[in-house]
């Protein structure tokens, strides 16, 4: 990962494996391990900023990476697409042909400042791939999304979202790993310090994945009092992710309906 994605990675804990890969599920002590640094992402610390975030130049993204002995040829968007293009295998119970649809664990809206664009986009695998515009793989296609009427701010912002995010449902929580070229921004019950009035909204640099929501969490917070909330209905199962442009007490844009595309991913409570 230092090699060819990260100079300045200095341990392995600092690297999270993305959730479809085959190793993904091994034990830590477990006969292989990957190497492919297309499989990892870096993990967002809980305080401090994470470091620059160094990135293959466009022409050189879909170059094969040359290891000599290796036969290792991924780019970041072929990597990341084979990891959910095969849902079957990582998928909560094996399901038969002639067993029920399980249910969906989110549902997902996208929004423009106040504007709803696009129905609920229902989730039913343990990862979605959330993008405006992706060489190949599948998922939630923002950039097929048409609105009448957009403002010049939300027309750049659009342009921005790229490769937009990969979000998994995984035994700890939900995951949302940044593949684009620019910051996303997130907010969520459990990023939220405990007993705390101010709303805290984290800044993900590209490359860089975050626990959107904490299971564990989630359930002690259940039993607490519900905090106060500034900028609109408290929902317990809801995460907020805006692309390229933040919100909150650190930005001029105090509410989430200010910035120009943004995400609101609703849970499901059951799971």
Same mark, same amino acid.
Not at 24 to 51: I, K, M, Q, W
Not at 262 to 268: A, F, K, Q, S, T
């Given at each position: 990962?230092?090699? =060819?994605?990260?100079?300045?990675?200095?341990?392995?804990?600092? *690297?999270?494996?993305?959730?479809? !890969?085959?190793?993904?599920?091994?034990?830590?002590?477990?006969?292989?391990?990957? !190497?492919?640094?297309?499989?990892?992402?870096?993990? +967002?610390? @809980?305080?401090?900023?994470?470091?620059?975030? /160094?990135?293959?130049?466009?022409? #050189?993204?879909?170059?094969?990476?040359?290891?000599?002995?290796?036969? $290792?040829?991924?780019?970041?968007?072929?990597?990341?697409?084979?990891?959910?293009?095969?849902?079957?295998?990582?998928?909560?119970?094996?399901?038969?042909? #002639?067993?029920?649809?399980?249910?969906?664990?989110?549902?997902?809206?996208?929004?423009?400042?106040?504007? &709803?664009?696009?129905?609920?986009?229902?989730?039913?695998? %343990?990862?979605?791939?959330?993008?405006? #515009?992706? @060489?190949?793989?599948?998922?939630?296609? $923002?950039? %097929?999304?048409? *609105?009448? %009427?957009?403002?010049?701010?939300?027309?750049?912002? &659009? /342009?921005?979202?790229?490769?937009?995010?990969?979000? /998994?449902?995984? @035994?700890?929580?939900?995951?949302?790993?940044?593949?684009?070229?620019?910051?996303? =921004?997130?907010?969520?019950?459990?990023?939220?310090?405990?007993?705390?009035?101010?709303?805290?909204? &984290?800044?993900?640099?590209?490359?860089?994945?975050?626990?959107?929501?904490?299971?564990? &969490?989630?359930? *002690?917070?259940?039993?607490?009092?519900?905090?106060?909330?500034? #900028?609109?209905?408290?929902?317990?199962?809801?995460?907020?992710?805006? =692309?390229?442009?933040?919100?909150?007490?650190?930005?001029?844009? %105090?509410?989430?309906?200010?910035?120009? +595309?943004? $995400?609101?991913?609703?849970?499901?409570?059951?799971?």
């Amino acid at each position: 990962g230092r090699l =060819f994605r990260w100079p300045d990675l200095q341990h392995a804990v600092e *690297l999270k494996p993305l959730c479809g !890969c085959h190793s993904f599920a091994a034990a830590a002590d477990g006969p292989t391990v990957c !190497c492919n640094p297309y499989h990892f992402s870096r993990l +967002c610390g @809980p305080e401090s900023p994470p470091p620059p975030y /160094s990135r293959l130049s466009p022409r #050189d993204e879909y170059k094969p990476l040359d290891l000599s002995d290796s036969t $290792l040829s991924y780019t970041e968007t072929e990597a990341t697409n084979s990891l959910i293009t095969a849902p079957g295998e990582f998928s909560d119970a094996s399901m038969s042909p #002639d067993a029920a649809k399980p249910s969906h664990w989110c549902s997902v809206a996208y929004w423009e400042h106040r504007t &709803r664009v696009g129905r609920l986009y229902a989730v039913y695998e %343990q990862a979605v791939s959330i993008f405006y #515009d992706l @060489p190949q793989g599948s998922g939630f296609c $923002l950039g %097929q999304l048409n *609105l009448e %009427q957009r403002s010049e701010s939300v027309r750049r912002t &659009r /342009s921005k979202i790229g490769f937009g995010i990969l979000l /998994s449902k995984e @035994p700890d929580g939900v995951w949302a790993y940044n593949r684009a070229e620019h910051p996303i =921004f997130v907010n969520s019950p459990t990023l939220d310090a405990p007993g705390g009035r101010a709303l805290v909204v &984290r800044k993900v640099p590209p490359g860089y994945s975050i626990k959107v929501f904490d299971f564990e &969490r989630s359930g *002690l917070l259940q039993h607490g009092p519900e905090p106060d909330a500034a #900028d609109g209905p408290y929902d317990p199962n809801s995460v907020r992710i805006s =692309f390229a442009k933040g919100w909150g007490p650190c930005y001029s844009r %105090q509410f989430i309906p200010s910035c120009p +595309c943004w $995400l609101e991913v609703l849970l499901n409570s059951h799971r």
